[in-house]
């Protein structure tokens, strides 16, 4: 019985370690958001968030921005995080209040606000998740696409 038991616990664990390994590869590669005018979206994220463009690409309906963070453009292309890639598209964003993208921040009032003053929208103003001392805000950029920016609670 128990060498049984030990055998089937064996199998067990090479069958988890094995479909765990299917995913080891697996990572966030981008987020995209779309745009009727990729230009000024690209604008809003470099004032709202800092963030720089890292290339560029041409399409039939206008550019597709890659932007990323960095304190300069170099460093905002030799960034591994994932980018933001705006798509511009002729009926702008699709309005799925499902669909967003979520930024980390050290403050997110101050974020929340210099996303305003780019020109986006608050549409709910920083506040404690419970009392995990997690802060989250949520704004949406001009083109109506909605952002989350979690602040971590501070250790």
Same mark, same amino acid.
């Given at each position: 019985?128990?060498?049984? /038991?030990?055998?089937?616990? $064996?199998?067990?664990?090479?069958? $988890?370690?094995?479909?765990?390994?299917? *995913?080891? /590869?697996?990572?966030?590669?981008?987020?995209?958001?779309?745009?009727?005018?990729?230009?000024? $979206?690209?604008?809003? *994220?470099?004032?709202?968030?800092?963030?720089?463009?890292?290339? /560029?690409?041409?399409?039939?309906?206008?550019?597709? $921005?890659?932007?990323?963070?960095?304190?300069?453009?170099?460093?905002?292309?030799?960034?591994?995080?994932?980018?933001?890639?705006?798509?511009?598209?002729?009926? &702008?964003?699709? &309005?799925?209040?499902?669909?967003?993208?979520?930024?980390?921040?050290?403050?997110?009032?101050?974020?929340?606000?210099?996303?305003?003053?780019?020109?986006?929208?608050?549409?709910?103003?920083?506040?404690? @998740? &419970?009392?995990?001392?997690?802060?989250?805000? @949520?704004?949406?950029?001009? %083109?109506?696409?909605?952002? %989350?920016?979690?602040?971590?609670?501070?250790?």
């Amino acid at each position: 019985m128990f060498r049984l /038991r030990s055998r089937t616990a $064996l199998a067990l664990c090479i069958a $988890l370690a094995a479909a765990s390994s299917a *995913y080891a /590869r697996v990572s966030l590669n981008s987020v995209r958001v779309v745009a009727k005018d990729a230009e000024a $979206l690209g604008k809003f *994220y470099a004032a709202a968030f800092g963030m720089h463009e890292t290339n /560029r690409l041409p399409t039939q309906n206008g550019p597709e $921005l890659f932007m990323n963070f960095g304190a300069t453009v170099e460093a905002a292309k030799a960034n591994q995080s994932p980018a933001v890639v705006i798509m511009q598209t002729p009926a &702008g964003p699709a &309005g799925d209040p499902v669909m967003h993208v979520i930024f980390t921040v050290s403050d997110a009032a101050a974020t929340a606000a210099a996303a305003k003053a780019a020109g986006g929208k608050v549409t709910r103003e920083a506040a404690q @998740f &419970g009392n995990t001392g997690i802060f989250i805000a @949520f704004v949406v950029d001009p %083109e109506g696409n909605a952002i %989350e920016l979690i602040q971590p609670a501070r250790r």
